[in-house]
């Protein structure tokens, strides 16, 4: 393709100087510079975090003009988009993860949703119809107007939220994550549409994607970001393929800073845990695997952990194991402690010893409407009853315990967890799993969203319990905090375990190869 | 040195009465709700020239109100766990005509007859149970089907009416506890030793707490607030017991059998709420239920045996209901499931699930009981009175929601 020859003039449509967002006190983006081209498929790389999500609702109108420093300049003009009715009135359709279509309407009509084909107020169908039919054409779908969106597959919606977006006249597609939810076919055919829609329409693409591969075939120009700032561009031809190991070392390229306690790795002592061959499938499309014969193995005394983007399946890989709260058609063995064992339900899980601290706590970790006490006891209640009598005492006894030994600032165990700091919370559901006295922890995202102080306060506690000899697993989008505190980390990419680290190994480059390592498509 | 010393102590002090309020304000949704029944108590009383309060329409307050406490006690269970039953109003017809048949068709002796009814309660309460835990049928749909159901039974089993002739068995909801301590002047015995017997009671068991959880090293709350708590409530069972004592006609008076039943399960249900597992449970079901799952609560049991509890309540309140009219109807209790719904509702309990407590549903019964009973004193004809207690429920929500708004 012509267009993409660098050393014209370039033709911008896009320009993003020097963009600065801040929440309150905290920096989001400290200067994103972002520079597209007209005509280009346009990826922007980073770690999770970094900012890349902010900066398209920065610049769809979400984050309205006037709330955010630098300026944009789209088409010639510059933008003061007050919401995305604006954006959109541009050109400008961002495509979300989580798709924005409501299920128990048919296709036809999702496409002109808040943009009815009508007269009078009254809606014309036949028009409806024949223009769905239209838009669907041009993105390949084969679909009947009137199917209802809960009739069609992930993949197939995508394409319907670019057919809508079609109907909007778009200029500049943003499609965030697009492929995270499709499986590999799905993948495919969505990204031979973004360069059919470039080379046919010229429409310009933004993709956001964690998926290196995905970069290397479809982009013509990357920006890096990190920590909330541009760090670099890089241009794709069919002469200068992408250097991925370059884009992985611009992603992660931050410094190390002693955000971690120094805790010298036990002996390892007896395995207490292991999954041989774990394959899960997606819970509504049981063709999609989730996890792919995944193997792993962690000793008492360890602190192990699962490193992958998102969208790997290590959540999915550790509730599959926590009483199958995941997934369907799992198959594959558990043993602990040398043992075979089988946890159809979370009450074995717990009676073997397993405990899982969930990624999201106010989801599916804390009862908000609760106290500290209930809160922490609500996974041992057997223990602390007899014959189903509480015995408020021993209740009170362990909360109380855990509240002084991890800190926990809260007036007195009677609290509302709601009114406590997430960080605090966050002790709180670790203290639940602590109470329930397991021999393996799997703590998931165990410091998302929570200040740097507790952050450190969290990995001690995490180092006390591998000193008392449990094994501990932990699950983190940031590759810095795993490389702190685990003794060893397991690589996941694609629902697959893709390599096994020993802590002398630990570098971000090596282990973000293993994170971004494509997925052999077994047949 | 002096100084040194005083300082610290005054400083004591004050955190003391600190505490004594943020304990109040902590709980001033409950202690609202409890000041709005005494002023609603305190204007009838006036509107009705001192009739509400007199000993015999105080019983009769207790003798007509009890279905609703007896309900709100499982609707409250119910609501935490974020479902509700529509059907216990029609399960109060249906199980009433059941336990009317046994006696009057089958010649089933009164107490068996009881215990038949309670078992088919207990039945019922599995069947919609297994619907709505086991094959995710919600309970609304569930119930409302139930409502539907047993009322149609109702009608089909009863015909016109079966009159009730066992006199043991209508003097359930009328009679008093047996005057076996004889009058004490002007007052039953029984009804004074059994207040003296609850004072009693309720210290002991209150400084036993206190002394517990000083003996395993915690904090209690503060001594003043338990005084005070102790006080209040002494008062309020000295004053029902003189009301009650000094009730009933020349052959007997004092504590109704009514009360006795409502009061053995409002503890009772008290008790498995808020001391058991299973009441831990409801709690964090309806808090948050992924939590719970993930927290190795078997969600689906606890929606059974809830909707089991209801189906016994819902027994109980039959048994009395049918006792009370003396005869069993097809229409026995319509709309019953709306005044125990209404009653949780007044009396705190969230919309959304998981907040809510049996003391409080059973204000709420007394809040509605009492508008009702004062209104038709004044002669206020039942549709007004219906018209006000839909104004009063509106604004005990709105109430509610507003202050939480304001709170946030």
Redesign the interface.
């Known amino acids: 393709m012509s267009q993409h020859t660098h050393e014209d003039a370039r033709d911008v449509i896009l320009t993003m100087d020097h963009i600065v967002k801040r929440f309150g006190p905290v920096t989001a983006l400290s200067g994103v510079d972002l520079t597209v081209e007209r005509g280009e498929i346009h990826a922007i790389c980073g770690e999770n975090g970094a900012g890349k999500s902010t900066l398209m609702n920065v610049l769809s109108g979400v984050y309205p003009y006037g709330s955010y420093e630098g300026t944009i300049t789209f088409d010639g003009k510059v933008c003061k988009y007050k919401n995305i009715n604006d954006s959109e009135a541009d050109g400008i359709v961002v495509i979300h993860q989580e798709l924005a279509l409501s299920p128990f309407l048919s296709i036809a009509e999702n496409l002109f949703i808040g943009n009815e084909r009508s007269s009078h107020g009254v809606i014309d169908w036949d028009k409806t119809r024949a223009e769905a039919k239209k838009l669907l054409d041009r993105v390949g779908l084969p679909e009947d107007p009137d199917t209802k969106i809960m009739d069609i597959g992930v993949g197939k919606q995508q394409l319907v939220e670019i057919a809508k977006a079609l109907s909007k006249n778009v200029k500049l597609l943003i499609l965030d994550e697009p492929t995270a939810a499709l499986n590999d076919e799905d993948s495919a055919h969505l990204l031979d549409l973004v360069r059919q829609l470039r080379d046919e329409h010229g429409v310009t693409s933004i993709i956001i994607t964690h998926k290196l591969n995905e970069v290397a075939a479809i982009a013509d120009n990357v920006t890096i970001i990190r920590d909330g700032a541009t760090v670099g561009e890089m241009f794709i031809t069919p002469e200068t393929p992408l250097d991925q190991d370059e884009l992985i070392r611009k992603m992660v390229g931050r410094e190390l800073t002693n955000l971690y306690p120094h805790h010298p790795s036990n002996t390892p002592g007896e395995e207490f845990f292991r999954v041989e061959n774990w394959t899960v499938h997606h819970p509504l499309d049981p063709n999609r695997v989730i996890v792919d014969h995944a193997n792993i193995a962690v000793r008492s005394g360890e602190i192990v952990g699962l490193a992958g983007l998102m969208g790997a399946g290590r959540t999915e890989m550790a509730m599959s194991i926590?009483?199958k709260?995941y997934g369907s058609h799992i198959s594959g063995d558990i043993y602990v402690k040398g043992k075979k064992v089988e946890l159809p339900?979370?009450?074995d899980?717990?009676d073997a010893g397993l405990a899982?601290a969930?990624e999201d706590r106010k989801?599916?970790?804390?009862?908000?409407?609760?106290n500290v006490r209930?809160n922490a006891?609500?996974?041992s209640?057997?223990k602390m009853?007899k014959k189903?009598?509480?015995d408020?005492?021993i209740e009170?006894?362990e909360a109380?315990k855990y509240r002084t030994e991890f800190n926990i600032k809260c007036r007195?165990i009677d609290v509302q967890v709601s009114t406590l700091s997430g960080g605090n919370q966050q002790k709180v559901v670790l203290a639940?799993w602590v109470i329930s006295d397991p021999d393996i922890l799997i703590l998931d995202e165990p410091t998302r969203g929570i200040d740097v102080g507790a952050k450190y306060e969290i990995y001690e506690i995490i180092d006390q319990l591998a000193d008392a000899g449990k094994a501990v697993i932990v699950i983190s989008s940031e590759l810095p905090e795993l490389i702190g505190i685990c003794d060893r980390i397991y690589t996941v990419s694609q629902g697959v375990v893709t390599d096994n680290v020993p802590r002398q190994g630990f570098t971000q480059e090596y282990l973000m190869r293993g994170m971004t390592k494509e997925r052999q498509v077994a047949l | 040195m002096s100084s040194a010393t005083a300082a610290p102590a005054k400083k004591q002090e004050k955190n003391e009465t600190m505490s004594v309020l943020r304990s109040v304000a902590n709980n001033a949704r409950q202690y609202g709700i409890v000041g709005a029944l005494l002023v609603i108590v305190l204007v009838f009383e006036i509107l009705t020239r001192g009739v509400l309060l007199k000993p015999n329409s105080f019983v009769s307050l207790i003798q007509q109100n009890a279905y609703v406490i007896i309900l709100a006690i499982g609707m409250v269970m119910v609501i935490i766990a974020t479902h509700i039953d529509l059907s216990v109003g029609s399960l109060v017809a249906f199980i009433g005509g059941v336990c009317a048949l046994l006696m009057e068709r089958a010649g089933v002796n009164w107490g068996l007859a009881i215990v038949i009814s309670l078992l088919v309660g207990l039945v019922i309460g599995c069947w919609q149970g297994f619907w709505v835990a086991y094959v995710g049928i919600p309970g609304f749909i569930t119930t409302l089907a139930g409502m539907l159901m047993f009322r149609g039974l109702a009608t089909v089993i009863v015909g016109e009416s079966v009159p009730i002739t066992s006199n043991e068995f209508r003097g359930i909801a009328r009679n008093y506890l047996p005057n076996i301590l004889g009058f004490w002047g002007p007052f039953d015995g029984l009804t004074i030793v059994l207040g003296l017997l609850c004072i009693a009671a309720l210290v002991f068991t209150q400084l036993r707490k206190r002394a517990r959880i000083i003996k395993v090293g915690l904090v209690p709350e503060p001594m003043a607030l338990t005084i005070i708590k102790l006080v209040i409530f002494s008062i309020a069972i000295i004053f029902v017991t003189y009301l009650l004592a000094s009730s009933g006609n020349d052959t007997q008076g004092g504590t109704p059998i009514m009360l006795v039943i409502v009061a053995v399960l409002v503890l009772v249900y008290n008790f498995i709420l808020t001391r058991t597992v299973f009441g831990r449970h409801v709690y964090a079901v309806g808090g948050n239920r992924k939590a719970a799952i993930l927290s190795g609560i078997n969600t689906k049991r606890v929606d059974f045996m809830l909707f089991v509890h209801m189906g016994f309540l819902s027994a109980v309140a039959a048994v009395c209901m049918l006792s009370r009219l003396a005869s069993a109807t097809a229409q026995a209790g319509m709309e019953f499931e709306m005044d125990a719904i209404a009653a949780c509702f007044i009396g705190g309990t969230a919309v959304t699930g998981g907040i809510g407590t049996i003391p409080g549903a059973v204000v709420g019964a007394f809040v509605m009981g009492v508008i009702n009973q004062g209104l038709s004193i004044m002669g206020v004809d039942t549709a007004i009175v219906k018209t006000i207690k839909g104004l009063v429920l509106l604004g005990a929500v709105a109430f509610d929601i507003l202050s939480k708004r304001k709170k946030s």
């Open positions: 926590f009483g709260t339900t979370v009450q899980a717990i899982y969930t989801v599916y970790g804390l009862n908000l409407l609760q209930e006891s609500l996974a209640l057997k009853s189903g009598v509480m408020d005492n009170r006894k109380e007195d639940k």
